[in-house]
């Protein structure tokens, strides 16, 4: 089977922080780039932050600086520490592969990030 599980989430004040952490259920989770993404109401869901399998990362413009991805291959795991949250932060957070042919195609639950000013 192909899984995604997030967990992590919750309700902070701005200016917090939060780690959040997927596990992927892949024989080939180690060679392929993993990301976060999130997706807030009425929102579009964007890509917030990538790290390839060698362990080059990208994030985006709006969370550079406050976010840090990071993966344990053996475990199977990607993480997401989230400092310096900001109310524009909130949305449901979901992980998934960004490379190859099963990106984008499955998706877990999700995890519910709520920042409060």
């Known amino acids: 089977q192909v899984q995604l599980v997030e967990s992590g989430g919750g309700s902070v004040q701005a200016g917090g922080s939060l780690r959040l952490s997927c596990v992927a259920s892949t024989g080939i989770f180690s060679i392929l780039t993993m990301g976060w993404y999130r997706q807030a109401p009425g929102k579009q869901r964007e890509l917030v932050a990538s790290?390839?399998?060698?362990?080059?990362?990208n994030y985006a413009d709006s969370v550079k600086g406050r976010f840090t991805i990071s993966r344990d291959d053996a475990k199977n795991m990607v993480y997401l520490q989230m400092n310096s949250l900001k109310p524009e932060d909130t949305a449901v957070y979901y992980c998934n592969w960004d490379q190859g042919a099963l990106s984008g195609r499955y998706w877990g639950q999700g995890t519910q990030v709520t920042v409060s000013s």
């Open positions: 790290i390839t399998s060698g362990g080059r990362t």
